[in-house]
């Protein structure tokens, strides 16, 4: 009887444990994302989730991702291909606009038009760009000067048309009802002195910005990130009757540096806030966090803390929506590149191509480099966690003397491994840049044209180390180099991207055929 009463108990707690794996499963689980996709900015249209990004010193520029249920992203648009054009973007005349580019963006849906704001030091001015089609539209450009550090932009019930923006010290500007720039005559004026006093009696803020406005039951409410000093990234609110103020503000959450972001009701009338947090060298990633309100105010988290599961459909892959293996074949009217890539600064389109050999992306040489972070052309994707792989095939046959083509990780700190030709041997070449200096590391002479090289990425617990390898057959690898030690750096801003890359050191008209890449 005791032995009966043991074996229903076993089945029935089992059965109870396997319904809360299952649970688990079929839950939304934090990060949204991982992978580096930072200061979004979030819109609902109907049943259809937008969210914008920052890539910064990439082209194209400003990401646009679609969603249906806040958790499973798809990349379907940019809003530019060209920020604008000079030395720093072009990568010429030794200028570069590593860390800089087009900032922090903010999403509006207005009058059944799609605007997407940023600011940019590069270009030193505010950008607009409007479409009514977001996926497959052609977004118009608006600029003005100056750039409006950080900004919200805001369509007010009453027509009106606003940026608030800043660090510490917000300022409202009233804008032309064409965005076209600051209204003359137009409200200007300060509505938050400090925006992190709420959080002074733990300690001073070097951050109050990352301004995100928004309208409930006609109050408004507005987002900020600050970061105590010895504190973690925090989420300050304020909120005002009027768009002028003034404005109270408290801390709405302070949990393992999660910040930065703002709010998103579903049709169901749930209400989340999107953040991210920073994450090592992957960099910046999303994450989700449940809203109820109580007393007119978002209080954001259970209990205060950012939950790991949330009741939203479970994650499916990044890839292919977020990042995407390539074999280069296009079919008629396909995009020449997928929107997974981005160039890193602008490219020059004479020197590359996925036409002019079938299945292959060429990387043509037409000027001579000493660096490789101020080489031209070097194609990149983000990498994402907690581990990953990205893997190439590379013709060298056409590459010259002086020549150094293969695949990277790309940050301040990279990693490269590639052909390099001296005269007419080729050897295999690994980069170690852990230090901050490159160091050549010589792994083995190459004597065929077609070979194989592959990176391995641990952003596991930001144990943040990636391995090169190469291979002659494409099935046995062999490890070429010592550890990259990953490091995000602020010179550059952003998470580890895997690269394709070819430049000249000695003679141009060299090229490099790649003939796939996968992830």
Known sequence: MQVQFLKIRFIFLLSIGISNISAQINKAHNPIIFADVPDMSMIRVGDTYYMSSTTMHMSPGVPIMKSKDLVNWKLVSYCYGTLVSNDEMNLQNGKSTYGRGSWASSMRYHNGIFYVSTFAATSG????YSTQNIEQGIWKEKTFRPALHDHSLFFDDDGKVYMLYGNRKLTLVELNADVSGIKEGGINQVVVENSTQPTQSIGNSVLG??????????????????????????????????????????????????????????????????????????????????????????????????AQLLNLPANKSLIPGIVASDDFKRRKNERALPLAWQWNHNPDNKLWSVTERKGYLRLKTGRLDTSFLLARNTLTQRTIGPMCTG??????SNMKDGDFAGLCLLQKNYGLIGVKLNGSNKQIVMINASGGKAEEIVSAPLKQNVVYFKAQCD????KDTAHFFYSLDGKNWITAGTTLNMRYTLPHFMGYRFGLFNYATKQTGGFADFDWFKI
């Not at 409930?216 to 304020?238: A, S």
């Not at 952003?459 to 930001?462: A, P, V, Y």
């Open 459 to 462: 952003f596991t617990n930001k």
């Open 125 to 128: 001015k505010t950008h607009i």
């Open 209 to 306: 910005e990352g301004s995100q406005l928004f309208k409930k039951d006609g109050k408004y409410y507005l987002f900020n990130i600050t970061w105590p000093k010895d504190g973690m990234r925090t989420v300050v609110i304020h909120r005002a009757d009027k768009i002028t103020g003034p404005y109270e503000g408290r801390i709405a959450l302070q949990d393992i540096g999660v910040a930065q972001g703002g709010l998103i009701e579903t049709p169901e009338g749930d209400w989340y806030a999107y953040l991210f947090q920073d994450y090592g060298a992957v960099g910046r990633i999303p994450y989700l966090v449940p809203v109820k309100w109580e007393d007119g105010w978002p209080v954001l988290g259970i209990d205060g803390k950012v």
């Open 391 to 396: 893997s190439i095939a590379l013709d060298v």
